[in-house]
């Protein structure tokens, strides 16, 4: 299925002639705390494009696709040249194909995926490490973005709407999270993707009365009074796991290969 969007400033119609070419992005969500933020923030990389069209804007890490080339296998390539970033687990989002989306004729397979926090930081500085940290790449509020190329907006708009419609029925907040929490950093994750406050008597109440937690033996201890540790229920069928891997992802390994900054499509 294609998604169709028209945008107010949206690119001169290509030629019939002009050739049809596949181009692969992907989001990412993941969260950070900005400096001086008592709160996470849901956030996700973006590329500084460095020609034309849309030359100097912001777009989403993207690529055209090879012709021997799996779609998946393009995502997570793309992902890697532009940002330094490798995902456990990619999840088809959407076709956009608006004929007036780019000057030339172009159609994007958007994939997405959730990342730790510490799974971002680990990967970055391995890349600063080893003297290829990525070019041009900086990270955004994804609730407040610039005017971003193309019909990049929209896309994010959408992916946050997906996102925040399976926070309230799947275990995609679990995306964000280490194979243990405690109940305040799973709550911190819900309030991140719905940008509201919840309550959290109530928030508690709901979550131990779903079945898709479990309480561990272990606390964790700080300033305040110890607080237990959770995990997911992996028993617990889901309808829909959004963009999430089968296995819990403690037990996924992340890796991160050298890559030559691209130009964002």
């Not at 001169?12 to 992005?25: E, F, H, L, M, Y």
């Not at 679990?174 to 928030?203: C, K, M, Q």
């Not at 996924?252 to 030559?260: I, L, N």
Request: charged share 25%; aromatic share 8%; hydrophobic share 40%.
């Amino acid at each position: 299925m294609t998604l169709t969007i028209r945008s107010e400033s949206a690119a001169s119609a290509p030629s019939p002639s002009d050739p049809t070419r596949v181009a692969v992005s992907t989001v990412i969500f993941t969260l950070r705390r900005p400096d001086g933020c008592d709160l996470p923030v849901l956030s996700l990389p973006l590329v500084r494009r460095t020609r034309d069209p849309y030359g100097d804007f912001w777009a989403l890490p993207g690529g055209w696709l090879d012709a021997d080339e799996e779609l998946e296998d393009a995502a997570s390539r793309t992902l890697g040249e532009t940002t330094g970033l490798a995902a456990s687990y990619l999840e088809q989002l959407y076709a956009f194909g608006a004929i007036d989306r780019s000057p030339s004729r172009v159609i994007s397979i958007v994939y997405w995926a959730l990342l730790r926090s510490d799974d971002v930081d680990a990967q970055l500085a391995a890349h600063l490490a080893a003297g290829d940290a990525p070019e041009n790449v900086e990270w955004f509020d994804a609730a407040h973005l610039p005017t971003l190329a193309f019909d990049h907006n929209a896309i994010v708009d959408y992916a946050l709407w997906r996102l925040r419609n399976k926070v309230g029925y799947s275990r995609i907040a679990h995306g964000f999270l280490p194979g243990s929490f405690t109940l305040a950093e799973l709550r911190e994750v819900y309030e991140a993707i719905l940008e509201r406050r919840l309550d959290p008597a109530n928030f508690r109440r709901q979550v131990e009365g779903s079945g898709t937690l479990i309480p561990t033996d272990d606390f964790r201890t700080g300033s305040h009074r110890p607080a237990r540790l959770y995990r997911y229920n992996h028993d617990v069928e889901l309808s829909d796991r959004g963009p999430l891997g089968t296995a819990p992802p403690a037990s996924r390994e992340q890796s991160a290969t050298p890559h030559t900054p691209k130009e964002a499509r």
